[in-house]
């Protein structure tokens, strides 16, 4: 029986909890991808800041890296959806590691169900402002600008982008169903959706959409409160024996052996 994994927000880099351990978690997950596993869908924010020059990439992660090579060299199609934390990369992630990189998102049949795929983060999200953001983000001009600086202004920019973002988001987000603009977007979507799966929330959720299928929302992979360990969901969609097809999600602690 084959699986299908999906993951967000692992937001490597981050300093919120144990980032070492965070790292080792995710890396023993990807050692752990039996052979049965037909592919895995990172759905973005795997770092939390990545920003690739022509020939230099950023320190760190080698681990990391070395294991995504894994995963692809066996054979296993590994996709990475940019996020908004990771969109700035430029082909060192398909040539050097193998990695399927998607832009936005993807509709794609698995095993005969159709799903929506993506980070989340533009569907249906504050058109304009997203609009706006996306195109100062993915304008090659300022790309370029962007990479004029000393990496050093660059990634201390980054730094407190991103821990304002952490700040302004209240420590538990209350997923509003019907409300959130990623609900009504996949409603009205206008094509089938048996399963539409995201991360960007940082929040647990399955819902069920008006027509029928499910909206998913992975949890992330940082460090949650007091509420126990770390933990951070992993999606699988696999057959069953009776020949169905079903997604279950785990927030199950991986251990690194
Ligand atoms: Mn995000």
């Known amino acids: 029986m084959k699986k299908y994994y999906f993951v967000a927000d692992i937001h490597l880099g981050l300093k919120v909890g144990d980032p070492a351990e965070r790292e080792r978690r995710f890396i023993s997950f990807l050692e752990q991808l039996e052979d049965d596993t037909a592919a895995l869908f990172l759905l973005g924010d795997v770092f939390d800041f990545w920003f690739e020059y022509k020939s230099v990439i950023p320190r760190g992660y080698t681990r ?15 996709h990475f959806f940019v996020g908004n934390h990771d969109l700035w990369t430029f082909g060192y992630l398909e040539q050097e590691l193998g990695l399927q990189v998607h832009r936005g998102e993807l509709y794609i049949s698995l095993e005969g169900k159709n799903f ?28 370029m600008m962007l990479g004029c600086l000393h990496p050093r202004w660059t990634f201390a920019m980054a730094e407190k982008w991103s821990s304002h973002n952490r ?23 206008g094509r089938p959706v048996d399963y539409c799966i995201v991360g960007h929330m940082h929040a647990s959720v399955r819902s069920q959409l008006p027509a029928g299928g499910e909206l998913i929302v992975l949890e992330d992979w940082l460090s949650v409160g007091s509420a126990g360990p770390v933990r951070g969901d992993i999606g699988i969609f696999r057959g069953t024996e009776e020949g169905k097809v079903e997604v279950v999600k785990t927030s199950v602690v991986v251990h690194p052996h």
Not at 64 to 78: C, E, N
Not at 127 to 134: A, Q, T
Not at 170 to 189: C, D, G, L, S
């Open 64 to 78: 990391t890296l070395g294991a995504l090579a894994r995963v692809a060299d066996r054979g296993i199609p590994v």
């Open 116 to 143: 929506l795929l993506g980070h989340g983060h533009r569907m249906g999200r504050h058109p304009f402002r997203s609009r706006v953001l996306h195109h100062m983000f993915h304008n090659r001009f300022l790309q």
């Open 167 to 189: 700040c302004a988001r209240p420590p538990h987000y209350r997923f509003r169903n019907e409300e959130e603009p990623v609900y009504k977007y996949v409603a009205a979507y």
